[in-house]
C-alpha cells in the first residue's frame, strides 16, 4: 500500500518552545532506492517539502521566526502505533524561490513571494505486514487565516504510509512535483496546475480533503502522536475541506489536478488536496497523499488615475531646457503611459520612472498624460510646463561679529528670467524682503551664535528658489572685575576676562597692561578700561574702579534708615585692606544673634525671620585679616532707625 507521510507543522524542534508561524504548507513522501546487504530491510529516501511566505513579518507574535529552521523532525510508527525508530531528523538539501506579480494594466500591482525548502533523510526498514506510518508533527499554521479558527495556535499533520509485506513494500509515493506562486485575485477566475506525479505509472484521481491537525492540546511543542490521524483543522463555517475557500463558482478539482475558481472574498485560506493512487493492473488503492497549501487572495481591483503636477516649473539651476516629468500615476504594472509634450512631439513609455524630455525652446507648454491609452481601464489628466530652467541661487557674506554690520550679497543669477525681488531670512521671526535689484543688505546679530541664514529668489517665471547657510557670529565677553577698595599700599592682581587680547588703559600702576591679569600697585583713585578681543577680531570694553583709603581700616557707620528709599537701606562695613573676613554678627540688646554673614557687600537688611526689627540700638562684632596678615577685631553698636 501507498499513503502519504504525515507531516505536523510544528511549533518547535528539539523541543525549543518557538512557533515557525511563516511555514505555510508542504508535504512529505517517500521513494525505494533498494535494500541492505542482506536483502532484509529497504532503504527509502524520505523528502519533506515545506513552504514559506518569503514575505512574512512576525507581527504582534512573539518568538515567532522567519526562515526554514534546519533539521526537523519525523517519526516512523508501525501501523498499530508502536514507535520503532528515534526521531529522524531531515535537513535542507535545497531552497527554491517561487514569485509571481500580476501583470495586468488594469489591475492593482500584487505579488505573491514564497519559497519552498527540500529536506531529505534516508531510513532503513524491515518490511512487516500493515506496514509503516512516517509522520512529521508541528505548530503553527499562521495568524488570521479566513478559514480556519485560532489558526495561529493550529498544529497540521501530513503522514504517508509505506505498504507492508501484504501489498508492494517497495512502491514509490506520489507527490505534487509542480511548485509555483500564483497572485489570485478576488472576483476573478483563476487555475491552478495541481497534477502529482508517480515514477511507478499508476493510476491517479484527486480531491479536495481536509487539513489534519496534530492531535495535541498544547500545541506550542511538537507532536508525536502515534496513528490513526484523523483529527481535523477547526474550519470556520461555511468552510470545510471539501469546500475551502467558497467562490462562485466555488473551488473545484478536477481528475488532471487543474485546481478552478472564482474567489468571492479577499483572504488567506489553507487549502488541501488529496490524490488517490491506484494500481493500474489490480485496480486497488495503493494509497492517498495529501498536500496542504496556503493560497492568498488579494484585492486587485483599482481606480486607474493619471497623476502629475497640473503646474510644473522647470526652475532647475542648469540652463539645459530638459524637463523631468514625474509620474504619480495610480496603475497596473504592465500598464502603458501616453505623454504629449506641446511641442509637436509624443512618446509612450511602460515605466512610472521619471521621464525627461528635451524642449526646443523656452516657453508655457500643454501637457496630456494618458494611462492606458486604448484600454477601457484608461485616464487622463493635463497641465502645463513652464520652462524657464537656469535659476542659480547664492550669496556671500563678510563680517563675523556680533554688533557689528555683516554685509550679504546675493551672487545669485537667473539665465531665462528676471529676479523681481528676494526675502532674506536671518533667524525666527526674523525676515526682510527687499524688492527690485538690491542685491547687498547688512545685519546685526544681537549675540554670538550658529545662525541660519536663507536667501529667497522671487521671479518673473513663477520660479522660487531658496538658498540657506550656516553663519557663525562670535563675540567676546569683557569683563574687568569689580569696583574695588584698596588700602594704601595694597598690591592686588587686576581679573581681565572674556577673550583672547587684553589691553588696559591707562597703562599706569599695571605691571603689563596688555595682559588678562597684570599686577596693580599704586596710591591713588583711578578707573581702567579693559580692551578685549579674540582671534577672530571681535572687540569688547569694560571698566573697573578702584579707589585708595588709608588702611588696613574697617569703616563702619553707626546708623542706617531701612525704609525702602534706596538711601541708607542697609547696614554694611566697608573694607579696606582686608583680604579675609572671618565674620560679622549682629546682636539684640538681649544678646540674641540677628545676622551673621561674611559678605560685605550684602549687608544686614534690617530684617529678623523675614519681619521687620524694632527701632533700637544693636551691637555688632567684625573680625578678619588684612593684607599685612593681622588680625583686625572691631565691636561697636549701630542705630535702626524707621
Known amino acids: 500500500m501507498k499513503s502519504t507521510l504525515l507531516l505536523v507543522l510544528g511549533c518547535c524542534l528539539f523541543h525549543l518552545h518557538t512557533a515557525a508561524y511563516h511555514i505555510i504548507g508542504g508535504e512529505i513522501y517517500y521513494k525505494t532506492i533498494g535494500m541492505s546487504g542482506d536483502n532484509s530491510r529497504y532503504h527509502y529516501l524520505i523528502t519533506l517539502k515545506l513552504y514559506r511566505d518569503a514575505d512574512f513579518t512576525c507581527g504582534d507574535r512573539q518568538g515567532c521566526i522567519d526562515r526554514f529552521e534546519n533539521p526537523v523532525a519525523a517519526n516512523v510508527y508501525t501501523a498499530n502505533g508502536t514507535r520503532v525508530l528515534s526521531s529522524v531528523y531531515l535537513y535542507i538539501s535545497k531552497v527554491v524561490p517561487l514569485i509571481d506579480t500580476l501583470k495586468n494594466p488594469c489591475l492593482a500591482p500584487q505579488a505573491q513571494h514564497l519559497e519552498v525548502a527540500f529536506y531529505t533523510a534516508t531510513i532503513e526498514l524491515a518490511p512487516i505486514p500493515g506496514g509503516y506510518y512516517v509522520a512529521s508533527q508541528r505548530c503553527c499554521r499562521g495568524e488570521k487565516l479566513t478559514n480556519i ?79 490513526p490521524y484523523n483529527a481535523t483543522v477547526r474550519y470556520i463555517p461555511p468552510y470545510s475541506g471539501a469546500n475551502p475557500m467558497g467562490g462562485s463558482p466555488a473551488i473545484t478539482i478536477d481528475n488532471q489536478g487543474m485546481i478552478t475558481c472564482t474567489p468571492d472574498r479577499p483572504g488567506k485560506f489553507v487549502v488541501t488536496v488529496c490524490v488517490n493512487e491506484f494500481d493500474r493492473v489490480t485496480k486497488r488503492l495503493l494509497g492517498t497523499h495529501s498536500k496542504d497549501i496556503l493560497l492568498t487572495v488579494f484585492d486587485c481591483t483599482t481606480k486607474i488615475v493619471a497623476g502629475f503636477p497640473s503646474v510644473l516649473n ?3 539651476e542648469s540652463p539645459e531646457l530638459q524637463v523631468a516629468f514625474p509620474n504619480y500615476s495610480v496603475a497596473g504594472y504592465t500598464s502603458s503611459y501616453y505623454w504629449a509634450f506641446g511641442d509637436g512631439t509624443d512618446t509612450t513609455t511602460d515605466s512610472k520612472t521619471i521621464f525627461f524630455h528635451q524642449y ?24 502645463e510646463v513652464h520652462n524657464y530652467p537656469g535659476l542659480r541661487a547664492g550669496f556671500t557674506s563678510s563680517g563675523v561679529c556680533k554688533g557689528d554690520p555683516i554685509n ?50 522671487h521671479t518673473d517665471k513663477q520660479c522660487d528658489k531658496t538658498v540657506t547657510q550656516s553663519i557663525r557670529i562670535y563675540e567676546v565677553f569683557p569683563f574687568a572685575g569689580n569696583d574695588t577698595i584698596l588700602a594704601k599700599g595694597q598690591t592686588m592682581f587686576m581679573q581681565g576676562s572674556g577673550g583672547d587680547l587684553y589691553s588696559w ?48 581700616e574697617m569703616y563702619i557707620p553707626n546708623a542706617f534708615t531701612p525704609n525702602g528709599d534706596g538711601v541708607n537701606d542697609r547696614f554694611r562695613f566697608i573694607p579696606v ?11 539684640n540688646r538681649w544678646g540674641q544673634e540677628i545676622y551673621s554673614s561674611t559678605d560685605f557687600r550684602s549687608g544686614w537688611d534690617g530684617t529678623y525671620r523675614g519681619m521687620p526689627a524694632p527701632v533700637d540700638t544693636y551691637l555688632w562684632i567684625l573680625q578678619g585679616t588684612d593684607f599685612n596678615g593681622r588680625e583686625i577685631l572691631k565691636k561697636g553698636t549701630v542705630t535702626l532707625i524707621r
Open 314 to 316: 522647470n526652475c532647475a
Open 577 to 587: 585692606g582686608i583680604v579675609n573676613y572671618k565674620f560679622f554678627r549682629i546682636f
Open 408 to 457: 550679504f550679497n546675493d551672487t545669485s543669477s537667473y539665465r531665462w528670467g528676471n529676479i523681481i525681488s528676494r526675502t532674506w531670512e536671518f533667524g525666527i521671526a526674523d525676515s526682510v524682503l527687499v524688492t527690485g535689484n538690491t542685491r547687498d543688505i547688512t545685519h546685526r546679530f544681537d549675540k554670538g551664535n550658529l545662525y541660519t541664514v536663507s536667501l529667497t529668489l
Open 149 to 227: 479558527y485560532d489558526s495561529e495556535h493550529e498544529g497540521s499533520t501530513y503522514y504517508t504510509v509505506i505498504p507492508g509485506t501484504e501489498s508492494r513494500p517497495n512502491n514509490n509515493s506520489a507527490y505534487f512535483n509542480k511548485d509555483s506562486a500564483i497572485v489570485i485575485c478576488n472576483k476573478m477566475p483563476f487555475k491552478i496546475n495541481y497534477a502529482a506525479f508517480d515514477e511507478d505509472g499508476d493510476s491517479l484521481t484527486y480531491h479536495l480533503c481536509s487539513a489534519l491537525t496534530d492531535g495535541t492540546v498544547n500545541n506550542e511543542t511538537n507532536s508525536t502522536t502515534p496513528p
Open 505 to 552: 588703559q591707562p597703562s599706569d600702576g599695571l605691571s603689563d597692561p596688555g595682559i588678562a591679569h597684570p599686577l596693580l600697585n599704586y596710591n591713588k583713585d583711578i578707573t581702567y578700561v579693559l580692551r578685549v578681543s579674540n582671534q577672530q577680531g571681535c572687540t569688547g570694553y569694560d571698566t573697573i574702579n578702584v579707589k585708595y583709603y588709608t588702611g588696613p
Open 360 to 383: 526646443p525652446d523656452t516657453g508655457v507648454y500643454k501637457v496630456k498624460l494618458v494611462v492606458n491609452p486604448h484600454l477601457s481601464c484608461s485616464d487622463s489628466i493635463t497641465g
